[in-house]
């Protein structure tokens, strides 16, 4: 009888101010408005994992959390790197940044894409995809060991869009 090598597929659902990056074949979904997620992925390892944070940058190391892009960006490199990957084999994509004047008079979606951007720049990592901006909400769905990533518009969201789901999602 010959064992079964398939990879085991998790599911995990990253709530805003969270990083993840798993050690076997997951499934990262998240729930997206002006708030943004970057997922990083090594070409070479065949490995991934992703941040969402909800504001541009906290200065101040006592303040410093995952919640802020300039230390969930930075982070997630580091994560990377500590589990062996290499910047010259790693590749962005970005999601989010969405602005809706019904919900906020200020378009943080932007501020938070500008600070992704310019940090992934920093660190020569091409961003290879994004789909940001514009006034819809999206969930994002990522194969970490496919680097498949799939994304749905939605004009508002439901409490059943968040984990755990429910009926109506």
Do not use: C
């Amino acid at each position: 009888m010959t064992q079964d090598t398939r990879p085991v597929v998790q599911d995990y659902f990253l709530r805003p101010g969270f990083i993840y990056l798993p050690e076997r074949p997951t499934t990262i979904s998240t729930v997206l408005g002006s708030s943004v997620a970057v997922s990083l992925y090594d070409r070479s390892l065949k490995t991934g994992g992703m941040n969402h944070f909800l504001f541009p940058h906290v200065k101040g190391r006592d303040k410093a959390t995952s919640l802020y892009g300039n230390v969930a960006v930075l982070t997630l490199i580091r994560m990377m790197v500590a589990g062996g990957s290499k910047l010259s084999n790693l590749e962005a994509q970005m999601f989010g940044g969405a602005f809706n004047t019904d919900v906020s008079k200020r378009d943080i979606g932007k501020d938070n894409l500008r600070t992704a951007r310019q940090i992934l720049f920093n660190q020569k990592i091409k961003i290879v995809s994004e789909d940001v901006g514009g006034e819809l909400g999206r969930k994002i769905v990522f194969n970490t060991s496919t680097y498949e990533i799939g994304i749905l518009k939605v004009g508002r969201l439901r409490e059943s869009d968040w984990y755990p789901y429910s009926n109506d999602r």
